[in-house]
């Protein structure tokens, strides 16, 4: 019986042994498929590139004193920075707190998921996660943050990848280059900005353990709402630098007893030189050829030429003179015209009900166009005082007949100057000057100033009956301001790229269109707009420094293109829909200009009109516009392009007429108006 008993027992054992074998067979097997199954998912996902990593750098607008003005992004507002440039105390406390065997492990820590497994089990909910850095890293850059079991397959997945694709370093610095720090702050370096309004490499050990413990809940542990907690998780974390021996019992001590200065959030000025903004942007893309993405979320700089006071006045000229006129737009564009640099845009009443820019709306110039014409004249020999009758006339053109008429019929019904002409806005005049010197002249004098809206060869050009946009106007008219010299418009000073690569450089670019002596002659006639008489002697109520420019009126729009030497600005009132515009309402971009040209003189010097080289200034008799002399009764003194001027003196007077001035030496007034450049 004994012998059976030896028998079963050894057959047990052996039919186990065959049974374990079998099992380990399987297992080989088993773990040798995973191996291959894990071997080929590894190098399919090596092969695989990552979508490139979403680390959405705030693009950053400078104003003309190189103050931020306003950011470019999708929300997020970021300023990465290498992770050299991060101190080191920072870096050990984000690996203390978050991931203290990053080094270690292939993106996932099993310690990390046992200890983590353990500490929810005993609280019986869920109290902690396991997500190493390229974990929480592999989530913010691709996935949402919801639990799904789907989710969690695409982020090991995408977590494996990161750890193929990056070194450590690379992974670290995106990480902190990423996460959110709370009251709009991403990534570490816009944090340190945020908090302490410093750059992060200025950080010291206090300063980055209280920033490290902000990212576990931002609201939870926001410094303006919960400082003491935030001061409190500030401990623990300089402790377990501590226990890791990344610092020192008393350097950890000292760091956490040491006061930190928080400063109050500040927020940029929303909706403010938002048609600005967009034309910067399309600038950049269009110009200069940058990527959209990369100018909007690239971490670029970029420095305007907009200044934020004169954008605030000139806005509010725009709203407050538009406020009781619904649906009534406007638009202001208000340059230097020694330097072509835009100094205030606004494009519209309201960004946010209208994003539409109207600074690039094309519009009839009406009267606004004549100077165009007339600095065309001025160079094929019209001078100040070269006279056309004013009266209503109807002018041959091809088989047709074209009919011109004054304002409400106003003639003056005898032979009127070119100062007049300009001043009463002399639609006869205009006409028949465009007629005199050729109409393809005023087209070439229009391309030369910078217009490049399409111009027809017919007679109603001369008063500005094709459209053009205020933007191209305003470009003419810094030839008028600048001694002939035509300033290229522009918003962009300069691009910086995130690592302080300067990628676009913008200076002034100034072509010369006629002579200083005939831009100057055309200033002075510009400057009778606004005396008493002029279409735009209310602007005079409002604006009493030296100014020159000219209004338009049509139908649909009103104009007012007004400069003196230091500012040229542009409006333009009218409707959106095809819609008359009263003549009233018309004259509001008088107002407008008024307004603000007023605001900016209080604190910008505008200066003075001076008399170039080339230029002679004579006394005339102003009904004969023979030379004053003696036996002139009346005497004004006129300028001239040297070559120009009068040479026949005023006759000897007959009997019976007036007596002539007792001197024809100027008068004081005379003198000091001349010295000042009136």
């Given at each position: 019986m004994?012998?059976d008993?030896?028998?079963?027992?050894?057959?047990?054992?052996?039919r186990?042994l065959?049974?374990m074998k079998?099992?380990?067979r399987?297992?080989?097997?088993?773990?040798?498929?995973?191996?291959?199954?894990?071997?080929?998912l590894?190098l399919?996902?090596?092969s695989?590139?990552?979508?490139?990593?979403?680390?959405?750098?705030?693009s950053?607008?400078?104003?003309?004193?190189n103050?931020?003005?306003?950011?470019?992004?999708?929300g997020?507002?970021r300023?990465?920075?290498?992770?050299?440039?991060?101190?080191k105390?920072?870096?050990e406390?984000?690996?203390?707190?978050e991931?203290?065997?990053?080094?270690?492990?292939f993106?996932f820590?099993?310690?990390?998921?046992?200890?983590?497994?353990w500490?929810?089990?005993?609280?019986?909910?869920?109290?902690?996660?396991?997500?190493?850095?390229?974990?929480?890293?592999a989530?913010?850059?691709?996935?949402t943050?919801?639990r799904?079991?789907?989710?969690?397959?695409?982020?090991a997945l995408?977590t494996?990848?990161l750890?193929?694709?990056?070194?450590?370093?690379?992974?670290?610095e995106?990480y902190?280059?990423?996460?959110?720090?709370?009251?709009?702050?991403?990534?570490?370096n816009?944090?340190?900005?945020?908090?302490?309004?410093?750059?992060?490499?200025?950080?010291?050990?206090?300063?980055?353990?209280f920033?490290?413990?902000i990212?576990?809940?931002?609201a939870?542990?926001?410094?303006?709402?919960?400082?003491q907690?935030?001061?409190?998780?500030?401990?623990?974390?300089?402790?377990?630098?501590?226990?890791?021996?990344m610092?020192?019992?008393q350097e950890?001590?000292?760091?956490?007893?040491?006061?930190?200065?928080?400063?109050?959030?500040?927020?940029?000025?929303t909706?403010?030189?938002?048609?600005?903004?967009?034309?910067?942007?399309?600038?950049?893309?269009?110009?200069?050829?940058l990527?959209?993405?990369w100018?909007?979320?690239?971490?670029?700089?970029?420095?305007?030429?907009?200044n934020?006071?004169?954008?605030?006045?000139?806005e509010?000229?725009?709203?407050?003179t538009?406020?009781n006129?619904p649906d009534?737009?406007g638009?202001?564009l208000?340059?230097?015209?020694?330097?072509?640099q835009?100094?205030?845009?606004?494009?519209g009443?309201?960004?946010?009900?209208?994003p539409?820019?109207r600074?690039?709306?094309?519009?009839?110039?009406?009267s606004?166009f004549?100077?165009?014409?007339y600095?065309s004249?001025?160079?094929?020999?019209?001078?100040?005082?070269t006279?056309i009758?004013?009266?209503?006339t109807s002018f041959?053109?091809?088989?047709?007949?074209?009919?011109?008429s004054?304002?409400?019929?106003?003639?003056?019904n005898?032979?009127?100057?070119?100062?007049?002409?300009?001043?009463?806005?002399?639609?006869?005049?205009?006409?028949?000057t465009?007629?005199?010197?050729?109409i393809?002249?005023?087209?070439?004098?229009?391309?030369?100033?910078?217009?490049?809206s399409?111009?027809?060869?017919?007679?109603?050009?001369?008063?500005?009956?094709?459209?053009?946009t205020?933007f191209?106007?305003?470009?003419?008219?810094t030839?008028?301001?600048?001694?002939?010299?035509?300033?290229?418009?522009?918003?962009?000073?300069?691009?910086?790229a995130?690592?302080?690569?300067i990628?676009?450089?913008n200076?002034?670019?100034?072509t010369?269109?006629?002579?200083?002596?005939?831009?100057?002659?055309?200033t002075?006639l510009?400057?009778?707009?606004?005396?008493?008489?002029?279409?735009?002697?209310r602007?005079?109520q409002?604006?009493s420094?030296?100014?020159?420019?000219?209004?338009?009126?049509?139908?649909r729009d009103g104009w007012?293109?007004?400069y003196?030497?230091?500012?040229?600005?542009?409006v333009?009132?009218?409707?959106?829909?095809?819609?008359?515009?009263?003549?009233?309402?018309a004259?509001?971009s008088?107002?407008?200009w008024?307004?603000?040209?007023r605001?900016?003189?209080?604190?910008?010097?505008?200066?003075?009109f001076?008399?170039?080289a080339?230029?002679?200034s004579?006394?005339?008799?102003?009904k004969?516009?023979?030379?004053?002399?003696?036996?002139?009764p009346?005497?004004?003194?006129?300028?001239f392009?040297e070559?120009?001027?009068?040479?026949?003196?005023c006759?000897?007077q007959?009997?019976?007429?007036?007596?002539?001035?007792?001197?024809?030496?100027?008068?004081?007034?005379?003198?000091?108006?001349?010295w000042l450049?009136?």
């Amino acid at each position: 019986m004994k012998s059976d008993s030896n028998s079963i027992d050894g057959f047990t054992w052996w039919r186990r042994l065959k049974q374990m074998k079998n099992i380990l067979r399987y297992l080989i097997i088993c773990g040798f498929i995973c191996s291959v199954c894990l071997l080929v998912l590894v190098l399919y996902l090596k092969s695989k590139p990552l979508p490139p990593p979403d680390i959405g750098a705030s693009s950053m607008i400078y104003d003309d004193q190189n103050k931020l003005m306003d950011r470019i992004d999708n929300g997020e507002l970021r300023e990465p920075v290498p992770l050299s440039k991060i101190p080191k105390a920072l870096v050990e406390a984000t690996l203390a707190v978050e991931d203290q065997n990053f080094y270690h492990h292939f993106g996932f820590s099993i310690k990390g998921i046992i200890r983590a497994a353990w500490a929810n089990i005993k609280a019986g909910r869920v109290t902690q996660g396991a997500s190493t850095i390229t974990q929480q890293l592999a989530r913010n850059l691709y996935l949402t943050h919801d639990r799904t079991w789907s989710r969690k397959i695409k982020e090991a997945l995408l977590t494996i990848q990161l750890e193929l694709h990056y070194s450590k370093q690379e992974i670290l610095e995106m990480y902190l280059n990423k996460i959110y720090y709370g009251n709009g702050a991403y990534g570490v370096n816009r944090a340190s900005q945020v908090y302490f309004q410093q750059p992060v490499e200025k950080l010291n050990l206090s300063q980055c353990a209280f920033l490290v413990g902000i990212p576990r809940g931002p609201a939870y542990y926001s410094p303006y709402d919960h400082y003491q907690r935030a001061k409190a998780r500030q401990h623990i974390i300089l402790n377990l630098m501590a226990q890791n021996h990344m610092i020192t019992k008393q350097e950890a001590y000292k760091a956490s007893i040491g006061k930190l200065a928080i400063h109050s959030p500040t927020k940029l000025e929303t909706q403010r030189a938002n048609y600005f903004r967009d034309y910067i942007i399309r600038t950049a893309v269009d110009q200069f050829g940058l990527d959209e993405s990369w100018v909007r979320s690239g971490g670029l700089k970029i420095y305007t030429t907009l200044n934020q006071k004169m954008q605030k006045d000139a806005e509010k000229a725009v709203t407050t003179t538009l406020l009781n006129h619904p649906d009534l737009q406007g638009a202001l564009l208000s340059v230097d015209p020694r330097t072509g640099q835009i100094k205030a845009m606004v494009g519209g009443r309201d960004y946010q009900s209208s994003p539409y820019n109207r600074v690039f709306a094309h519009r009839q110039p009406g009267s606004s166009f004549k100077p165009i014409l007339y600095l065309s004249a001025l160079e094929h020999g019209f001078t100040p005082i070269t006279k056309i009758m004013s009266q209503p006339t109807s002018f041959p053109y091809g088989n047709s007949v074209y009919h011109p008429s004054n304002y409400q019929q106003n003639y003056a019904n005898k032979p009127i100057t070119l100062r007049e002409a300009i001043a009463k806005s002399d639609n006869i005049y205009a006409v028949t000057t465009e007629f005199q010197i050729g109409i393809d002249k005023e087209i070439e004098m229009a391309k030369r100033l910078g217009i490049r809206s399409n111009l027809s060869a017919t007679p109603s050009l001369a008063l500005g009956s094709y459209p053009v946009t205020p933007f191209e106007m305003t470009g003419a008219y810094t030839a008028f301001a600048a001694n002939g010299n035509r300033q290229e418009l522009f918003g962009i000073r300069k691009i910086v790229a995130s690592d302080g690569t300067i990628i676009v450089s913008n200076e002034p670019k100034s072509t010369t269109v006629t002579t200083p002596a005939n831009a100057f002659l055309m200033t002075n006639l510009l400057r009778s707009v606004f005396q008493s008489g002029g279409t735009g002697h209310r602007v005079k109520q409002m604006f009493s420094g030296a100014i020159a420019g000219k209004t338009g009126t049509t139908d649909r729009d009103g104009w007012l293109i007004g400069y003196n030497p230091n500012l040229l600005t542009t409006v333009w009132v009218g409707y959106d829909k095809r819609k008359d515009l009263p003549h009233d309402k018309a004259r509001l971009s008088q107002y407008i200009w008024g307004k603000y040209m007023r605001q900016v003189a209080s604190y910008q010097p505008l200066g003075m009109f001076s008399i170039p080289a080339g230029v002679k200034s004579v006394y005339i008799d102003e009904k004969s516009g023979y030379l004053a002399n003696e036996n002139c009764p009346s005497q004004k003194m006129e300028y001239f392009a040297e070559g120009t001027e009068p040479t026949i003196p005023c006759p000897v007077q007959e009997q019976g007429q007036n007596p002539p001035a007792s001197s024809a030496s100027p008068s004081l007034v005379d003198q000091i108006a001349k010295w000042l450049g009136f």
